[in-house]
């Protein structure tokens, strides 16, 4: 092993799943800079590094150094000193005002910030306040320093040392010693095999019940991520007797245990855990009480409300449209799906003109806030997120609303309901008053929810309750290629690709593209130039890139490398590991954080990065958020995301790769999903095999739910 010093210049590549990473050094004493390879995640350009490693020949990029452990030290020359400060490192301190400390300190900056800070209000521009701020960060800074190196010691990222210390402070050290199972459950980001890699390192015996209970949980968690609510016990067991290469009696005893502890819930063949277990089992609770219960709307004779409301949305319903409506004000339960352009929002206003005729308190809701705001605009009633309508507060602990502390309401109507996971369902039932009318709208045909269940189909499925399914195209719609397509594959059709005649441009597209790389520089032009030329969409704004995955040359990280770079150029900005982000770089929230009131899937833009006071703000329709640098891990770039993640959004114009490539993923409900994302212009580009291959594959993945079997149960006399 050899060591190396020198100044971080750049990063040239980074992989998001093992953290590999390419970078160029400005070694000590070295005029041409050097290629260090590795696991680097944390690494930031700006900072002096202490390699540890060895010199390896690449046949294609010749000599480079393999780094097997590496740690930040203080610079040692005024230049590095100045750019150490200037990175954004040290809140309180940015590139200008790093300048103006090391003119007047030199290399004796870093001593006087460590002993003296005092002495910083020499400077012109620091006064007692900033101190405070850089001298609190600077010790936060030796603090973390500390705990970096003992992190990688026992194989841990140095990516995360700032997020454990926030976390556990100066018991971070302690905790991952004794007990670092605790950080995948308290740290986002840091799962249990790299928190098993630790325990290992820290002397934990691999065959020891705690690690095999650590390890049922963690299968367990991770199959809510495939949306699973639960696991059948033998696949369970399977699994984690697999991954930690333990014994089959050692995961049974941990499966035992955790049920005892009441960690996990075993129905019969089934293991839950345990929040999963009493959501689905009080939602199918509550679900029937509230079918059964008394109805605080006096009843109405539908034969004459449905004139009623025609005459005062000067409108005529359609067949089905008058029967959802004439079921909405006769029953307490009722789902209304269907596909684009079938109706959804006429009945939806139909429903809230009657309701307020009759003196009812309405609420609408939506899962997302662009889904909200898109009800609200198409009603013309407030219409809020579910989160929002419920009250949610991080620091009382919860949803403000639940069955002691109901909504002031006598009917919920709520949209994109095949979006709502489990959980999300029974916390929004729960809060219905059992004297209030729920009202499900959806499309059963879109993907189902990102997290566990499959609530509306189980709904729909379980026969307890009254659904309307529209499937009539109303007449204005049908001139609509996006919704007449859409069906078509609905239908298992493939999409109607003939010019429209009159030389009228269509809005819906294919572009034949074989090569990934091609089809790359496709999606780049059509974002750039021809959309925007042709049609004078904004190419950040107006204009989303939906993809099936996330790896690959067509999928999500390489297409938001190409695109940022495309549409956003520019140096300025702040590095964090692989990511760059930028002022007006289009973003994603990709954990929910109640706090900010920021959720998975929400998109805004970045309208100013401050270096000094390492804070970057995002707009979010509107509404201005804050993020400390250390919290930049919940944000990615988001010019493409995958479609899973555009879920309950609508989009002026929609692209979407369709490529071979794909295979795995080439599923008709995804490519459905992504098509009706497009509310005025779609553009696929692919082949026809691929796009073939998506439209005939109808299997859709099984998800381990008892939901439809609790609810109709009841039907059985048993409730």
Known sequence: MEVIHGYLERITYYNEENHFTVARLQETGKRELTTIVGNLAGITPGESLKLTGKWVQDPRFGP??????????????????????GSGLIRGIGPVMAKRIVKVFG???????????????????????????ITRAWADQKEIRGIMIFLQDHGISAAYAAKIYRQYGNASVEIVRT?????????????????????RQVGIDPNSVTRAEEGTLYVLNESTSEGHVYLPYETLVSRAAEMLEVSRDLVVEAVERLAADRRVVREDEAVYLTPFYVAETKLAERLNALRDAGAAVRRVDTAQVIPWVEKRLGLRLAEKQAEAVSLAVSNKILVITGGPGTGKTTIIRAIISIFQALGARVLLAAPTGRAAKRMQEASGHEARTIHRLLEFSPGKGGFQRNQDFPLDADAVIVDEASMIDTLLMNSLVRAVPLSAALILVGDTNQLPPVGPGNVLRDIIDSGRFGVVTLTEIFRQSRESRIVVNAHRINRGEFPDLSPLGSGRPSDFYFIQEEDPETAVQTILKLCKVRIPRRFGYHPIRDIQVLTPMYRGLVGAANLNAELQNLLNPGKDGVVRGHRMFRTGDKVMQVVNNYQKEV????????????????????DFDGRAVSY?????????????????????????????PVMTQHYVLLQRNLVYTGVTRG????????????????????????????????????????G
Request: hydrophobic residues 40%; glycine residues 6%; aromatic residues 8%.
């Open 599 to 618: 959720f998975n899937g929400d998109i805004g833009r970045i309208t100013a990065v401050h270096l000094e006071q390492q804070q970057l703000k995002v």
């Open 679 to 718: 509310r005025n212009l779609v553009v696929l580009v692919g082949t026809k095999k691929a796009l073939a291959i998506a439209i005939r594959n109808d299997e859709p993945r099984r998800r381990y739910t008892r939901l439809r079997e609790r609810l109709a149960y009841y039907d059985l006399g048993n």
């Open 107 to 133: 290399l004796q900056t870093l001593d006087v910030i460590d002993r003296s800070p005092g002495r910083l209000t020499e400077v012109d521009g620091i006064g007692p306040k900033r101190v405070e701020l």
């Open 179 to 199: 007990n670092p199972y605790r950080l995948a459950a308290d740290v986002h980001g840091i799962g249990f095999v790299t928190a098993d890699r630790i325990a």
């Open 64 to 85: 480079q150094f393999r780094v097997e452990r590496f740690e930040t030290v203080v610079p040692a020359t005024v230049n590095g000193i100045r750019k150490y400060l």
């Open 628 to 656: 400390e640098f250390s919290e930049l891990d919940e944000l990615v770039l988001a010019y493409a995301v995958s479609v899973h993640k555009a879920q309950g959004s609508e989009y002026p114009v929609v692209i979407m």
